[in-house]
């Protein structure tokens, strides 16, 4: 094989990964996002999770934090975000701490105050609730 | 009516007096709250978009005195790119270890806004912001808007990344060594 291919081998073989990495990092990644609603979920009552979150907050971290979570509980209030998604505080009326959910589309949902509602989502922690995002409806 | 009497009559009237006020201050205080504020987050380099978006913030102030809290759960920030998502989280913000960030201060110049009366009203903030489990002291601007006597807080700073012991290899390069935050809270 003479020089020139050689080199012409070389250049292709370095483009092709520059461009596998650019393909990946931009382009994939941009396109493929974690998708919660198909990952097993751990099953839990709100009031369960609520409370873990309440007792000792580092503990429940390791068991939900960024974990697809199943959880059932009451609706306490149906509202919209600024981005307009649908939100949802699920819980106890009479508890310090509730459940606020965040749905992953702005499709309003067919539950209604009062009702019992299991959704899916992603735990990401405990402010003054503990926060589920990219909720969907199970 | 001797002079006992009338001076534990006095007294008795000056409590009572004095707990109507503290009951009167107690109620006309209003506490403003929200779960679902939004926080706008660039670091974007020369080359790349680095912004996320989180729409769960948590934050609470009250009129009477100006005292204001947000918090924020990093693992709640939405990139458009999952793979930078997956790095902000485990190679610079570390979100396991240190999952919330929160801002504990004052609107210094609460004073200044007529709550009963609708408009934009500038605000100045001074307090704590912690983030990455490193507390700094910040004062910052924005605006207080009251529509039908609901208020929306906007404001805007930045931040130095590596005040917060927030190291990484592509800081000062492909990221920025300062981060714009920008915040609009409807309560």
């Given at each position: ?7 012409i ?25 974690r998708?919660?609603q ?10 369960s ?24 509980g ?9 981005e ?7 819980g106890r ?7 606020s959910?965040t ?15 299991t959704?899916?989502g ?8 503990v926060?589920?995002t990219d909720?969907v409806?199970? | 009516m ?12 000056i409590?009572i ?14 506490v403003?709250a ?10 974007a ?9 989180n ?7 009250v ?6 809290i947000?918090g ?6 939405k ?18 270890q ?6 504990k ?42 529509t ?25 390069d492909?990221?920025a060594?300062?981060?714009v ?7």
């Open positions: 094989m003479s020089t020139k291919n050689k080199i081998i070389v250049i292709a073989l370095i483009a092709a990964i520059a461009f596998g990495i650019y393909y990946y990092v931009f382009v994939y990644s941009s396109q493929h996002r998708q919660v198909s990952e097993t979920g751990i099953v839990i009552t709100s009031d999770l609520i409370a873990k979150y309440q007792v000792d907050e580092k503990l429940a971290n390791s068991l939900y934090l960024n974990k697809a979570v199943v959880v059932t009451v609706i306490l209030s149906i509202d919209k975000n600024q307009g998604k649908t939100t949802l505080v699920i009326s009479d508890s310090f701490s509730n459940l959910v749905m992953i589309s702005t499709a309003p949902i067919t539950q209604k105050v009062g009702e019992s509602i959704i899916k992603l735990c990401t922690g405990a402010l003054s609730d926060v589920i909720g409806v199970e | 001797n002079l006992k009497l009338k001076l534990t009559s006095v007294l008795s009237f409590i007096l004095l707990l109507i006020g503290m009951t009167q201050t107690a109620s006309a205080q209003k403003f929200t779960k679902s504020g939004q926080i706008y987050f660039n670091a380099g020369a080359l790349v978009k680095i912004a996320a978006v729409n769960q913030v948590d934050s609470k102030f009129d009477a005195t100006g005292q204001i947000f924020v759960l990093i693992k709640g920030f990139f458009e790119n999952q793979l930078m998502e997956d790095h902000f989280n485990e190679n610079y913000m570390e979100s396991t240190f999952p919330k960030a929160d801002f201060g004052y609107i210094t110049n609460i004073k200044e806004i007529n709550f009963s009366k609708d408009g934009t009203y500038p605000i100045q903030v001074e307090g704590t912001l912690t983030i990455h489990g490193v507390a700094q002291k910040i004062t910052t601007k924005g605006t207080l808007t009251l039908q006597g609901k208020p929306t807080i906007v404001g805007e700073f930045n931040v130095k990344i590596k005040d917060y012991g927030i190291s990484g290899m592509y800081i000062g492909k990221i060594n300062q981060a935050i920008k915040l609009n809270c409807k309560y």
